[in-house]
């Protein structure tokens, strides 16, 4: 109700807003939008009258409104619309002073067809205010004064439609007809007639209700004997609808009871003849006796007696055979307690049959059933558990598993077959079994996309000794036998290195190829490295050491740590530059090529573009040992000068930086080094090499900042490939499969295998000699460099006027 009456507010609210914005009350407006907000009606439903309101506010769009000819028959607009004018100018002039006899003879002349009687009652005060007589102002008065004797009939005529009482209605309709009123022509109003009509229907249906309620006492009377009960009942609920009481409708409603009584009984008696128990029809037949409906002359129902004697007389039968029917169940009952601890399902549902056809109930059976149901689903789970013995996927044993344990079977209590705490143990093992092998898979597969050889082999040495099938790890298989070959590998490591992606798994898969080339004894081609190292520092924002994938730094420090892998460095095995130092070991060429020596060099390094600049990097290869004090200067000028030119110089900046760093490494002299690192020191200052030496040098300045750990580290490095070759040579003596190879390629691998143990051990004595050799001050120096390049911008190309200044 309430719901409803805050509905009817909010239509009343948004009526009278509309009623307002129709004859432009704006006082009216105003009010109706402050109870549109308590009622909390949206604003977007009354937009249009309130740019109306907003309107009325304006000089301009009042004075418009004015001279709408419509506005000008409207006397509520028109008056609403001069008082805001008045309100907006500040001066009250009278309405009927501004109106003009003709304006006021047209909203007469409209008003003529109205029924608004306030409306016509001003429009005759302002003719009479502006002496206007005409046939017009008779007219409109005569109309006025039909609707004002009119207007109270019209009320009672409309209140009569819903009167109850005839006697009301006729006399309103009497005083209606006195007046003339019962004639369309004398009505003014347009729903007079229409109202009188209405009265005239409402007197008919209540003069026909009344004769209707009389007629109703005698129906009752003629009901007294009836037994159709849809009759009565209809008359009754007539009665209580016209509100009509007397000892007739109470002896009607009372018979209505007793029949409704009857029939439920008579019903039950009919049921009972289907019952096979004597309980539920001895209830029936106390049931009728209770009512006094055991004796024929109670019943008000013909039936009704006959169904009583049916019923006395089945239970009489179901009596006598209950006596022969007791000795059989008790014989059911004796054979189902021998069951009891029995596994034989058949045995037990042949039983339970007999025992549900004699009607058996009881503990015993409800047991006996319970156990029946135990043994299917049991027997449905040892199917299952059998399927597992074959299954090769734990999730479809675990699926079994959980049905078993959701049961309670995982012990051997709840279990009524014998094989079935059997059947759960083995499924058990063989989940296990499957686990295993699918994690031993799982990690194959990880080693496999890593091309990881050491981890492969061994993984696929325990998948063949728990027995994993071999069509499950077939492929990583064929990928360890394929590893086996050099010039796959290598052709794998060229593709990686062209694709040059940026994922971090690729970079722990060359670098796992790239050590199963050194561990088949073929060298890794120096130009391949030469490309990894271009292409790791191209389209860098940061340096490479920066890096957070392990994966991408351990593959750097691989390619950086040796400066044979910088692109433009020259191959150590043409370089002429040290009078062939090294002999015929390529590495030992190479440690030499970019060791130091006392003699000047007889060609550069690396690789320049013009003789101009191989003659001036010789030239300052001798600037740098007058430097550092390996060749005696007889200028007395800055030393460091014409190398720092040198440096600025972008055509030499690489060349000088690689010859600094020959000449500190493995220098014998203590002075030579220290001055050799000062220098080293302002040349970093002064400008950086580029990206690609940039890696190179912070990795080869780490080995002098931290030596031990440096030389830890190569040692680590060694150990682990000593590890990993003698743990395969012991894994390959275990395997299954075979490799042959001929007598001279195994001596030249393993030629190979020993001279590239013997540049191991070489590179990791040199570490262990550089970490013992190196002072305290030559590692805080080292340090201060380290710390220069590590600020260096990596962002952009690094020149010149890009190094941090210091």
Known sequence: EARAESIRDIAACKEQIANAAKVYDFDGLTQAFVEAGVLGIAQSEYIAAEKIHTRMQNLHHVRGYLEQEDVKVDIDAYTNLKRQLDRLTGIRTSVALCDSAEMIGAQMKALLRSS?????????????????????VEALRSRLDALQQQGPHHRALKNAAFMDDPADVRQVLDAAREAGLDRPEVWIRKDGMEVYMAAVAQLECLQRRAQEDEAIPEMCRSLQDSVDLGSMKAALDRAGARKVGGADVERLQARVDTLEMQLQMLRRLRNCLVFDQATEVERCVKAAETHGLDKPDKWLLPDGPSAVQAAQKHLETILAADSMEDRVKAEIVGKLEELRESADLLEI????????????????????????????????????????????????????????????????????LEQGPQLYSRALARMIFCDKCEAIISEINAAASLCDCEGLEGLLIRAQDIGVPERKYADADALFVQLQNAEYVIGLLEQMLAEASPDPEDFKRM??????????????????????????????????????????????????????????????????????????????????????????????LSQLPTAEAEKAALIVFEDIMRCMGDKPSLSSGSKELPILKAVGNSGLTDEVYLQVVKQLTNNPSASSTAAGWQLLKNMVQKAAPSRELMEFLHCWCQEFADPQAAAEH???????????VGGRRKASSCMSRTTTFSSATADAKLWERTRRRTDAAMR?????????????????????????????PMGQAVTTASAPKR
């Open 714 to 724: 190569h040692k680590e490095m060694e150990v682990r490939k000593a590890r990993s």
């Open 511 to 604: 670098t796992n190829l790239v050590r199963q080339l050194e561990y088949l004894g073929v060298q890794s081609e120096v130009s391949d490295l030469k490309v990894a190292s271009q292409r790791m520092v191209a389209g860098r924002s940061s340096a490479v050491w920066a890096s957070r994938n392990d994966g991408e730094v351990m593959f750097a420090r691989m390619v950086f740590e040796d400066f044979r892998n910088y692109s433009k460095l020259r191959d150590p095995n043409d370089w002429c530059g040290g009078h062939q130092a090294g002999g015929a070991n390529p590495l030992a060429r190479a440690v030499a090529m970019m060791s130091y020596q006392p003699e000047r060099i007889t060609e550069p």
């Open 349 to 416: 549902q042949q039983m339970l049959a007999r025992a549900h056809a004699n009607g058996v109930r009881g503990v015993v059976v409800s047991e006996m059933e319970k156990r029946v149901k135990t043994l299917k689903e049991q027997m449905a789970l040892i199917r299952d558990l059998k399927n597992c013995l074959v299954f090769e996927e734990s999730v479809d044993i675990q699926v079994t598993l959980d049905k078993v344990r959701g049961e309670g079977l995982s012990t051997q209590d709840g279990w009524l």
């Open 764 to 792: 990791v004595d040199q570490a262990m000699n550089r970490a013992s050799n190196i002072t305290e001050k030559t590692r805080k120096v080292a340090k201060e460099v380290l710390d220069i390049i590590e600020e260096f």
């Open 116 to 136: 608004d009687i306030s409306a016509m009652q001003a429009m005759l005060v302002r003719a009479e205010r502006a002496d206007i007589k005409s046939e017009t």
